[in-house]
């Protein structure tokens, strides 16, 4: 089994940044791609960023320029770096992680999510 742990979240005044991370654990052989997705209070889910293997990122149109992600490969670990933040970025925010298990079986793993509210 994969387990996956959200951290950093938190409240911050517009403007102001926060470094979201995601840890992976467990049964891992390899890990090909991971996600940022969010969800705000009566929206729909919303992909914000991934990472591939390839190193290739891609961004909600939103938040291109204000968010990047990245990856410590040596500790499963990914990163969100949000900075200019919003009011309309408060949502919680999840972390997906796609790969390899010890097994050779794919897996896909979603950790329980960070909060993350910006306030006016």
């Known amino acids: 089994q994969v387990q996956v742990v959200e951290s950093g979240g938190g409240l911050v005044q517009a403007g102001g940044s926060l470094r979201l991370s995601c840890a992976a654990s467990g049964s891992i052989f390899s890990i090909n791609n991971m996600d940022w997705y969010r969800q705000a209070p009566g929206k729909q889910r919303e992909l914000v960023a991934g990472l591939n293997s390839g190193g290739e990122t891609n961004y909600l149109e939103s938040v291109k320029g204000r968010f990047t992600i990245s990856r410590d490969n040596a500790k499963n670990t990914w990163y969100l770096q949000m900075n200019s933040l919003k009011p309309e970025d408060t949502a919680v925010y999840h972390c997906?992680?796609?790969?390899?298990?010890?097994?050779?079986?794919?897996?896909?793993?979603r950790g329980q999510g960070t909060q993350v509210t910006v306030s006016s």
């Open positions: 997906n992680v796609y790969g390899l298990g010890l097994t050779g079986k794919a897996f896909g793993s």
